[in-house]
């Protein structure tokens, strides 16, 4: 195995997912150099073969590639800055959930001191990492990613957005984003099954059932979205689904169940159908969430 295939690694940030990504890479051949700000947390990876640094410094110095994964942005930048010396003309992946803008403000200071900047956006959680199923984006330099690219797709499906930073957390947050919806979905749905005392056991096989049969429904909307076209092909309209939230929001409330989920979906369709937009397809409520109106 030569140093070019395997290229050192340095992992700074060994909570859940930091220690999960030092454990894939070392596994994966890769001299691994480990800094955790709470020291003992490196025991288990050191006791696998990693090599404990101690100070960033250090970490930084130990390799070409330096990944950073830590609670926020916030602790990031702590950690990093002061190294911004070391880290030059190194490649920086960071792994920390945040948003696009603070991802391009990264990519900013990081070229402003000759450092190559990677983001990403983990769609995994810890035990996911380096199994199938993990999904990680990537934004920033294409370079730097396609240089790496082996030992990254060591941790799950490696997938370029482009040179933009903010890219991968967008896209990153706009999947939680459809995924947050649909649990709320869930989590009130099984709260109105259980004000008669239905178990939410059985409602979540068929949630799941019924959610799964409805994903179709993003790739028939899209092409609306995008076209910004919104007449009715035979799909529902805008007011058949007001109708839908107002019934829904009414047996809620006869139930006794809180209509904070599913009352503002109502309200931006009662605005679309307010403004005359009544026969337009269901997607047609993309414009208000996009303009607010
Ligand atoms: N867990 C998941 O399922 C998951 C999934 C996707 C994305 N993420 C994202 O991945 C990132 C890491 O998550 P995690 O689950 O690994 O978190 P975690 O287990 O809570 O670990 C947090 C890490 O950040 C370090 N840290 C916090 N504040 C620090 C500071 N001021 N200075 C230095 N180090 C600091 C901690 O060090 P100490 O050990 O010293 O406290 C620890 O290494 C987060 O941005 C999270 O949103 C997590």
Not at 117 to 132: C, N, T
Not at 188 to 198: E, K, N, R
Not at 228 to 244: H, P, V, W
């Amino acid at each position: 195995m030569s140093q070019h295939d395997h290229p050192s690694v340095t992992v700074i940030g060994l909570g859940a997912m930091g220690s999960r990504i030092a454990e894939v890479l070392l596994r994966g051949g890769h001299p691994t150099t480990v800094w955790n700000r709470t020291p003992g947390r490196a025991e288990p990876l050191v006791a696998q073969g990693a090599v404990r640094a101690g100070s960033v410094a250090e970490a930084v110095a130990a390799s070409p590639l330096v990944l950073v994964c830590v609670l926020d942005y916030a602790a990031a930048r702590e950690i990093v800055e002061p190294v911004a010396g070391d880290l030059a003309g190194r490649t920086l992946v960071h792994f920390t959930t945040g948003t696009p803008r603070q991802a391009r403000e990264m990519a900013e200071w990081a070229a402003g001191h000759g450092i190559e900047y990677v983001d990403s956006g983990m769609m995994a959680i810890p035990p996911m990492i380096g199994e199938e199923g993990a999904r990680f984006l990537y934004s920033g330099s294409k370079d730097a990613f396609e240089r790496y690219r082996p030992g990254l797709e060591l941790l799950g499906t490696a997938e370029f957005f482009g040179e933009d930073a903010g890219l991968a957390s967008l896209y990153d947050l706009a999947l939680l984003s459809a995924m947050y919806g649909m649990f709320a979905g869930f989590f009130h749905g099984a709260a109105l099954v259980g004000s008669a005392g239905l178990s939410a056991g059985e409602f979540a096989e068929q949630a799941a059932a019924w959610a799964t049969a409805m994903t179709g429904g993003f790739a028939h909307n899209a092409p609306a979205i995008d076209a910004r076209d919104y007449t009715t092909t035979g799909e529902q309209t805008i007011a058949f689904n007001k109708a839908a939230l107002d019934t829904i929001v009414r047996a809620s409330r006869d139930e006794g169940v809180a209509v904070d989920l599913v009352a503002p979906l109502q309200e931006l369709l009662a605005r679309q159908l307010a403004d005359g937009h009544g026969a337009a397809s269901f997607a047609r409520i993309f414009e208000g969430i996009r303009s607010g109106r």
